[in-house]
């Protein structure tokens, strides 16, 4: 019989269970480091197909490698006529991120390279999934809008497209690129619990597409990527900035959450918040961004006053995300399309020394049970 072990760290706060090169969040000082290059450098400054190369081991590219490397993308945005018929029939009013994490279960059934775990073969899959991943997006609205679907424009960059394939219209320079940087922000963010869904997962040589999948369903969660829509709905219930203080303080009290703040690892504020606002204030010329920013700091200053906790990376993307024209239950679905890069990085890198990940539990249940048959119970 097992001895008792000693009990465990809830939530797994502060487990190392992997060394990466990928990333560094450093909480204490409210910095983000890409492969060794602060995010506060990048963000503005590179373009989402510049971190995916250097997330999947490239290093940033030269002007030669990226517009090499972008039409790679660019060429994959495009999915089998299979999964286009599965987004068709799924319920109308299916949560686009559960559609997401099911139409890449199914994206494995057709991929050319889907029983592979190769290099050359995990590096054709990375470009396929990274690209279709925004693809479904794109084509979910699409479908729901009643309009048809767009296929991507070769002349236009990773973000672009999206919000071109999304809208049917090729967006402004100013919304590429704010877009743009959108995704550079949530490109990756160490050991999240969606990375580590990720890595546990291939760690078992399950495969590329059951990785994405996995992490996709641990994103959706309200504690995770699912906040960024919750943030919009709750700048919707307040309505008017007057009202802020007694919303809050009345979900403070019913012992609610308020989405968009806190953090595991920040105890400072989140550096791509501050972007994020940043983006929001550019965007406030349109009359509805104003008024949700209006919102959006007085909730910031209240919530910092009574707990002494910062908005995260989930809380102005709703804002800066509603501005691009992205309804609130896309939100996710987009952090979903940056974070696919970090999840596809930390998947490869997994597979360079992988050994399976399979950490232990505290058994808590009694021992010596007397057995009795089904019958006589
Ligand atoms: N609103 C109110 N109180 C909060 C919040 C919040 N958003 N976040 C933390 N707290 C409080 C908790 O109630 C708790 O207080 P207590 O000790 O008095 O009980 C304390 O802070 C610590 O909270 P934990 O849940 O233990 O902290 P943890 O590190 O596990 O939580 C989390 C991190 C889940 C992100 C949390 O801050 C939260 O629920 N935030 C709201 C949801 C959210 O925005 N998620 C997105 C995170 S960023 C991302 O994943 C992309």
């Given at each position: 019989m097992e001895k008792k072990r000693k009990p465990p760290v809830r939530g797994l706060e502060g487990i190392v269970a992997a060394d990466t090169r990928l990333c560094y969040v450093d909480g204490q000082n409210g910095k983000l480091y890409y492969c060794g290059y602060d995010i506060d450098e990048l963000a503005g400054r590179v373009c989402f197909e510049e971190i995916v190369h250097l997330l999947w081991g490239g290093g940033l590219p030269d002007?030669?490698?990226?517009?090499?490397?972008?039409?790679?993308?660019?060429?994959?945005?495009?999915?089998?006529?299979?999964?286009?018929?599965?987004?068709?029939?799924?319920?109308?009013?299916?949560?686009?991120?559960?559609?997401?994490r099911t139409a890449v279960s199914a994206l494995g059934l057709w991929d050319p390279d889907g029983g592979r775990n190769s290099l050359p073969a995990n590096e054709r899959k990375a470009r396929r999934i990274l690209a279709q991943v925004a693809t479904i997006v794109a084509a979910i609205y699409r479908l729901r809008q009643g309009e048809p679907i767009i296929t991507a424009d070769k002349s236009l960059g990773f973000a672009a497209n999206f919000l071109y394939m999304f809208h049917g219209k090729v967006p402004s320079k100013q919304d590429q690129a704010v877009f743009d940087t959108l995704l550079v922000l949530h490109a990756d963010h160490g050991l999240a619990a969606s990375t580590f869904a990720a890595r546990a997962t291939v760690s078992t040589l399950a495969g590329m597409h059951s990785a994405i999948a996995a992490a996709l369903a641990s994103l959706k969660g309200p504690l995770h990527g699912g906040a960024n829509t919750r943030v919009m709905e709750m700048l919707e219930d307040i309505g008017d900035a007057k009202r802020v203080k007694a919303y809050v303080d009345g979900m403070l009290s019913s012992g609610q959450r308020i989405m968009g703040f806190g953090h595991r690892v920040y105890k400072t504020e989140d550096p791509r918040s501050r972007h994020l606002r940043r983006f929001s204030q550019k965007l406030s010329k349109r009359a509805r961004t104003k008024a949700l920013l209006e919102i959006s700091s007085q909730i910031e200053r209240h919530v910092l006053e009574k707990k002494g906790i910062f908005p995260n990376v989930d809380f102005y993307s709703a804002t800066v995300q509603e501005a691009l024209g992205i309804p609130k239950e896309y939100f996710t679905c987009t952090f979903a399309i940056a974070r696919t890069a970090g999840w596809i990085g930390h998947v490869l890198e997994q597979f360079t020394d992988n050994r399976l990940i399979r950490p232990t539990s505290n058994y808590t249940g009694g021992f010596g049970k007397k057995f009795v048959p089904v019958a006589k119970r």
């Open positions: 002007l030669d490698t990226l517009d090499d490397w972008r039409p790679q993308l660019v060429a994959e945005m495009r999915l089998p006529a299979q999964v286009l018929d599965l987004l068709r029939m799924a319920p109308p009013g299916a949560n686009p991120m559960v559609l997401l």
